[in-house]
Structures are given as structure tokens and as C-alpha cells.
Nanobody, 122 residues
Framework: QVQLVESGGGLAHPGGSLNVSCAAS????????IGWFRQAPGKEREGVSC????????NYADSVKGRFTISRDNAKNTVYLQMNSLKPEDTAIYYC???????????????WGQGTQVTVSS
């Protein structure tokens, strides 16, 4: 049974940083690309960043390029999202999902975590 558990969300000031993690279990972690998605109140879920199974390919939404960095540790079955220079518009519930396509589309994810809240506010 595939399980994804996000952690590390919380409150940050504008310009601050947060690092969220997603621990995976129930499948061979290194087989699938994995991604981060977010959903703000009243908005559709959107792809934030995805990473290939071998970490060679990453994909970022234009809104987070240069500020967010995705990485994965296949030995720990964990994917990370380092978020710097946070903005209020980054406020959302952040989810990880597998497997994901190279375009990091939310509809490509079959398994989802429960999400972690990220709030950016002064």
C-alpha cells in the first residue's frame, strides 16, 4: 500500500524559508518520479515541482523558479522541497504525489499524501 506523509509546513514571514518533506513507503521509491503540488483556498491544485526517479530531471512552475528547490534521497525514500524567498501567494496546502509525468500535471498523480499547510504572512 503506497503511503506518502508530508511534514515541515508551518508559518513563515515573507522573504523567509521553509523546507517540507515527504516520506514514501509501500513501493520501490526509486521507480517513480515524484512531485509537489499545492492548492490554495478557492483555487485549483497546481504543480509546483517534480523530480525524476534518478534526480536528473526537475521541473518547476514559473511562479517558483529560482526560489524553490526539489531534491530526493532514494536511500531515505524521501523527497524535499526547499522554499526560499517565500511570498504570501505561496500560502497553500502542499501535497506530494506519485507517479507524476514530466510536465508535473496534478492529474498524473495516482497516490497522494494528506498535505501540509504552508502559510506566508507578516
Amino acid at each position: 500500500q503506497v503511503q506518502l506523509v508530508e511534514s515541515g509546513g508551518g508559518l513563515a514571514h515573507p522573504g523567509g524559508s521553509l523546507n517540507v518533506s515527504c516520506a514514501a513507503s509501500g513501493y520501490n521509491f526509486h521507480y517513480w518520479a515524484i512531485g509537489w503540488f499545492r492548492q490554495a483556498p478557492g483555487k485549483e491544485r497546481e504543480g509546483v515541482s517534480c523530480i525524476s526517479s534518478d534526480s536528473r530531471t526537475t521541473n518547476y512552475a514559473d511562479s517558483v523558479k529560482g526560489r524553490f528547490t526539489i531534491s530526493r534521497d532514494n536511500a531515505k525514500n524521501t523527497v524535499y522541497l526547499q522554499m526560499n524567498s517565500l511570498k504570501p501567494e505561496d500560502t497553500a496546502i502542499y501535497y506530494c504525489a506519485v507517479p507524476v509525468d514530466p510536465r508535473c500535471r496534478p492529474e498524473s498523480g495516482s497516490y497522494w499524501g494528506q498535505g501540509t499547510q504552508v502559510t506566508v504572512s507578516s
